[in-house]
């Protein structure tokens, strides 16, 4: 790659910030409209994210025999309790079933033993590096290890850009000038050690409040995944077959939908011990070749997790598999925000998964259909404006522009902070009204404290931002996580162990040195939107 | 985490520094990548999947160093493992991707567990 002046301006249609499964997507979707479309990626387009560490399977029905979708629908939305729209639910799996095919030049979709092509599950690292390629040979210009830091506002308010520093080259600055801007920046583990997950610190829900936007669902961020200890190895693939130990080897027999609780019970008692044994053997042998990374910690351990027991943990997948985000006000996942579109998990996705996970299918499917929907509308906007140059004033504040005295900010303790806020299994899986004030009560003092002192550092930027952005998520989930004075699927709380009707509604949340808060109207989901003309 | 560049294998391609998206590498003075940056490693491993000439080590250990010596894992068959059984590069064709059996596996694992019950 050739290396780019100093303070480098780009101009494009368009401008995807995020080069993951769903980014890849819509700047796909964008390009092949005949936009001008710049990607711009924290890591590599192609590897960052957690897509390219799994293997997505995707929401997969076929259009036949023709109650097939609706009863897909049905059985999700009973799942989702009461907070997702079957509108949605339904054109994301048409779309899904439309879309995944064209990657067909680019990814080899094999052949079942009856010789169909099986389309709906991708392993990871081959479904980025095919979306790589797709976007590469549609045209669009990709910034790798180029951190977004911060949007540009016209002086309507509407967002015409974005601000960053290309972290191989100094930290240098540069900034694309676009008609309009979707942002695809994943959402966020909390710096857990979900697998793929590092860069996703949430950066995308701070760009977005701090340009006005709503964030619906951030309630959602109770979710686990079993990882062996020390290992970031969260895929859940072989805990299909998993047997749990306690520390005196009696088994734990966590079957059913409650099983992450109930480790996570046993795990604030002592260790927790698993075992593979269970896996039949033609299984074990294909392994590899199914999901190739799965099997590393343990050759690497030398462990063989079907006869050794092998200590385990959880892991916070926040709204990585939780489910809040950036509230969409529209078909074309456009935010509240002119000019400002959203895609994949840094958008809410209740609309689909309601109050639970949409586990990897859904989420998935999500991905790749407002991948779609958010290209479109921003290729709309852009051609719907007058593209010349308007004054564009960078926004970005917490982090990056201190209201006081600027300082070296020590980032690692305010990560730490979130963590131990965020993580623990007593405070977040078993919460009580009394924790998730006292929690509240933390982060916003470490909230003044990054948003008065911490300045970000000219020669290094990222982490100052990252940590602002971390501190924020955290805020607005425990805000959210407060006013859902009720138990709904993945938020639990111990003190309010009951559903209420009250509550069959979305909590949307905004505002940044004051968390804003409000009761979005209760969902009916047999009065789903109209579909756009 | 990432421990180790080993350098008799290392054609100092500094693909690793390019992908990595953590940006944990450097390239070095003498044009070979260097791990400068460790501690943001996230152990995603994929580093080595896109090292051809399996010159990476990843330790599965994600909140602690493991240090290791080249000549130890140079002797195991753990370098390149994670490309080969991906069916990159030379490998294709060899190690034919089979994802697409997950959703089988699951089915098993379901009836496995309603049987036991």
């Known amino acids: 790659m050739t290396a780019w002046p100093t303070d480098l301006v780009l101009k494009a249609n368009v401008l995807v910030v995020g080069g993951g499964m769903a980014g890849a997507w819509a700047a796909a979707t964008a390009a092949r409209t005949g936009a001008s479309v710049v990607l711009a990626d924290k890591g590599y387009c192609g590897t960052s994210g957690v897509t390219a560490t799994a293997g997505p399977g995707h929401w997969w029905v076929p259009p036949d025999p023709p109650e097939a979708r609706p009863e897909a629908i049905r059985a999700r939305a009973n799942v989702g309790l009461g907070l997702c729209d079957p509108y949605w639910m339904a054109r994301v799996i048409a779309l899904t079933w439309e879309a995944l095919p064209t990657l067909a030049s680019y990814y080899e979709f094999p052949r079942d033993t009856s010789n169909v092509v099986q389309y709906r599950a991708l392993r990871g690292p081959e479904y980025m590096r095919a979306l790589r390629r797709l976007i590469s040979d549609l045209g669009v210009t990709i910034l790798d290890q180029s951190p977004v830091l911060e949007l540009l506002q016209r002086p309507d308010g509407s967002i015409g850009g974005a601000r960053g520093v290309r972290r191989q080259q100094n930290n240098t600055p540069y900034r694309v000038e676009s008609g309009a801007t979707v942002l695809a920046t994943g959402g966020t583990s909390f710096m857990s050690h979900l697998l793929g997950s590092r860069t996703n610190t949430g950066d995308g829900y701070l760009m977005a409040a701090e340009a006005g936007a709503e964030l619906s669902g951030m309630e959602f961020t109770a979710a686990y995944t079993v990882a062996p200890q020390h290992s970031t190895m969260t895929r859940s693939m072989s805990y299909a077959f998993a047997a749990y130990y306690d520390t005196d080897g009696r088994e734990i027999a966590p079957a059913g939908p409650d099983q992450i609780r109930l480790l996570a019970r046993e795990l604030l008692r002592g260790p927790v011990f698993c075992s593979l044994h269970r896996m039949p053997a033609d299984i074990r042998a294909h392994l590899p070749t199914i999901s190739p990374n799965l099997m590393l910690p343990f050759a690497r351990w030398g462990i063989d997790p079907f006869h050794d027991r092998f200590e385990v943990t959880l892991h916070n997948d926040g709204t990585i598999r939780g489910t809040g985000g950036v509230r969409v006000v529209r078909d074309d996942c456009a935010t509240s925000v002119p000019g400002l579109f959203v895609a994949g998990d840094v958008a809410t996705r209740e609309l689909v998964a309601g109050a639970t996970s949409g586990g990897g299918a859904q989420n998935s499917a999500w991905a790749l259909s407002s991948g779609h929907w958010s290209a479109r509308g921003a290729v709309d906007f852009a051609r719907s404006r007058d593209q010349r140059s308007l004054r564009l004033r960078p926004i970005g504040e917490a982090g990056l522009r201190p209201l006081g005295t600027a300082r070296t900010s020590d980032t690692r303790a305010i990560v730490q902070a979130v963590k131990d806020e965020m993580h623990p299994l007593d405070k977040n899986l078993f919460r009580t009204g009394d924790k998730l004030r006292l929690s509240r009560q933390r982060l916003d003092s470490v909230w003044n404290e990054i948003r008065h002192f911490a300045g970000a550092s000219p020669s290094n930027p990222l982490p100052a931002r990252e940590a602002a952005a971390l501190v924020a998520s955290a805020r607005w989930s425990l805000a959210a996580a407060l006013t859902r004075d009720e138990s709904r699927g993945l938020h639990q709380r111990e003190d309010r162990p009951e559903t209420s009707s009250r509550f069959a509604r979305r909590i949307v949340v905004s505002g940044l040195d004051a968390v804003r808060i409000r009761l979005g109207d209760e969902v009916d989901p047999s009065t789903s939107m109209e579909p756009a003309q | ?117």
């Not at chain 2, 400068?36 to 990843?58: G, H, I, N």
């Open chain 2, 1 to 117: 985490m990432i421990e180790i560049v080993i350098a008799d294998r290392c054609t100092a391609c500094n693909a690793c520094v390019t992908v990595c998206p953590t940006n944990v590498f450097e390239t070095g003075p003498d044009g070979r990548p260097v791990i400068a940056r460790q501690s943001d490693c996230q152990t995603c491993f994929m580093c080595e999947l896109y090292c051809k000439s399996d010159a990476l080590y990843v330790a599965p250990d994600c909140d602690r160093p493991i240090p290791v010596d080249a000549a130890t894992v140079l002797a195991s068959d753990l370098l390149g493992q994670f490309r080969r059984d991906s069916g990159w590069d030379e490998w294709q064709g060899q190690y034919p991707n089979e994802h697409w059996l997950m959703d089988g596996v699951f089915r098993r694992a379901r009836e496995a567990k309603s049987s036991s019950n």
